[in-house]
């Protein structure tokens, strides 16, 4: 879950920290995928799911039908943190792949697909091809700036935010370019522009595109040090979204953590076992208060994480290098893997976990892609800057 794709994603329907899996397609709707607690899916999701799998089933060359079960699977492995449903979403695309010219609606699922799986240079190359004949298509666009913003290519990304700047999707572009200034130096007043938004009458928008505001302005509350506001944004998330989402929630967990509260940490992950993210959060808590439920936790996801480095997943760099950070306290361990993951994805929370496995390890200088980072882009956040003044001073001890 990635706290920062939550911006951008809750929009395309992405999950959060799953890889795709083997396609495969159901060939009835009793066929068993998986065992799943009841309450994970509603009774009214499960006949949603399965009346679009029938129509797919009686036309599976329409567009729409594609789309729609498509879409169907990716918001169920975002809600499940089940890989496997964009195993069954990607085999929907393959008899669309030898197409001389592919369908706008199939190449952007595509996009969506590459980027869930960290394959942002051919999702690029995707996005580009539908924005060559659409400039305009604003789900394309959210997708490439979510990619240029991950990579830290903040000009691009504030470029591509401006082009959303239109009458239709103007809130949608003033977030997009707030979440940029948030990222390099501007974090005030891009909070007092977002508080403004949220002041206005939303009622236009969905509930997924105000709990998108609603976190954009917690994450630059919590830059500009506003331990009030950011309370105040939380509670009134919990009742914009009930339940919440597995981002929202992961970042009301991270929250949680910084502020000691590890017991609402654990209640609030209580029954989450299926969510790598949340067992994670919650393992930290249960080690800061030494209970012993820890252990099975533990034991949970070093299984899981092995299981994910046998099937090639490097999907879940950030949530390893964490957990053998936090958790399994082997910090040369963590810095290879924070080291691996800041190659491909560099957000705030990347940054911070290289910081620290970098002080734990006793090698500063692992985290100079970082401190030119934090120089380049002028980001503002006083626990990253403290860190990153700490292994500054590490080096300079060392020359």
């Not at 449903?85 to 008899?95: I, K």
């Not at 792949?97 to 942002?120: E, G, K, S, W």
């Not at 938004?197 to 976190?215: D, P, T």
Request: hydrophobic content about 45%.
């Amino acid at each position: 879950m990635k706290q920062m794709l939550y911006r951008f994603l809750l929009i395309v329907c992405l999950s959060s920290t799953a890889s795709i899996a083997k396609p495969f397609i159901p060939t009835h709707d009793e066929q068993v995928l998986e065992i799943l607690p009841a309450k994970l899916i509603s009774t009214s999701q499960r006949h949603v799911l399965s009346r679009a799998r029938q129509a797919w089933r009686a036309d599976p060359r329409n567009i729409y039908t594609v789309n729609t079960l498509a879409r169907l699977y990716i918001a169920q492995s975002r809600q499940l943190a089940d890989p496997r449903y964009l195993g069954y979403a990607e085999a929907l695309l393959e008899p669309w792949a030898a197409l001389t010219r592919v369908p706008t609606t199939i190449r952007l699922l595509r996009a969506i697909l590459l980027q869930r799986n960290h394959h942002f240079e051919p999702a690029l190359l995707e996005l580009k091809k539908i924005l060559q004949e659409d400039p305009a298509q604003s789900e394309a666009l959210l997708t490439q700036a979510t990619i240029q913003q991950v990579r830290a290519d903040y000009e691009n990304a504030r470029k591509t935010c401006q082009h959303l700047y239109t009458l239709s999707t103007l809130m949608i572009g003033m977030t997009c370019t707030a979440q940029i200034d948030g990222l390099t130096g501007k974090a005030e007043s891009a909070l007092q522009r977002m508080s403004t938004l949220l002041n206005l009458k939303n009622s236009g928008l969905s509930l997924e595109i105000q709990v998108w505001m609603r976190l954009t302005t917690i994450e630059l509350a919590q830059r500009a040090g506003r331990t009030a506001e950011v309370d105040i944004h939380f509670k009134k998330l919990l009742l914009e979204q009930i339940p919440l989402a597995p981002e929202a929630k992961a970042a009301y967990a991270d929250w949680l953590l910084s502020q000691q509260r590890f017991e609402d940490v654990i209640a609030l992950g209580t029954n989450d076992n299926h969510d790598d993210g949340m067992v994670l959060r919650v393992v930290i808590a249960e080690e800061a208060l030494n209970l012993p439920t820890a252990t099975t936790h533990r034991t949970l996801l070093k299984d899981r994480f092995a299981a994910a480095r046998l099937r090639g997943d490097h999907v879940h760099q950030r949530e390893e290098s964490r957990f053998t950070l936090s958790v399994l306290q082997q910090p040369q361990e963590a810095l290879a893997l924070a080291q691996a993951n800041w190659l491909i994805q560099r957000e705030p929370a990347d940054a911070q976990l290289l910081l620290e496995a970098a002080l734990k390890a006793g090698k500063p200088l692992t985290a100079q892609p970082v401190l030119q980072w934090l120089k380049d882009s002028h980001f503002q956040d006083k626990n990253l800057l403290q860190q990153a003044a700490e292994i500054e001073r590490m080096i300079g001890a060392a020359s």
